[in-house]
Nanobody, 123 residues
Framework: QVQLVESGGGLVQAGGSLRLSCAASGRTFSTYVMGWFRQAPGKEREFVGAIGRSGTTTYYADSVKGRFTISRDNAKNTGYLQMNTLKFEDTAVYYC????????????????WGQGTQVTVSS
């Protein structure tokens, strides 16, 4: 099992930046693909991006491509989501997740989920 805890969410103005962290504990973090999803009020959970086990390959949703960057530090059992040029429509609860398939954009492709962290972008 893997336990995931997100942090770094908050309130930011449009055009600003935030970096989310995802701390993993339990089984070896490096054996899992890591993904990020988000869910806005009244909407379905949406894929943001994913990173392969070694950290050398990434895959992003079109809506965030060029603005968001996913990275990971396997030595620290931590993953990151750097979000730049934030827009109002990026407002959501952001979740990190771990699974075994890359690239994978469906929630069912992932086995473990964090509790989420709120990101609010003011216009």
């Amino acid at each position: 099992q893997v336990q995931l805890v997100e942090s770094g969410g908050g309130l930011v103005q449009a055009g600003g930046s935030l970096r989310l962290s995802c701390a993993a504990s339990g089984r070896t973090f490096s054996t899992y693909v890591m993904g990020w999803f988000r869910q806005a009020p009244g909407k379905e959970r949406e894929f943001v991006g994913a990173i392969g086990r070694s950290g050398t390959t990434t895959y992003y949703a079109d809506s965030v491509k060029g603005r968001f960057t996913i990275s990971r530090d396997n030595a620290k059992n931590t993953g990151y989501l750097q979000m730049n040029t934030l827009k109002f429509e990026d407002t959501a609860v952001y979740y990190c997740t771990a699974g075994g398939i890359f690239p994978a954009a469906r929630t069912t492709n992932y086995d473990y989920w964090g509790q989420g962290t709120q990101v609010t972008v003011s216009s």
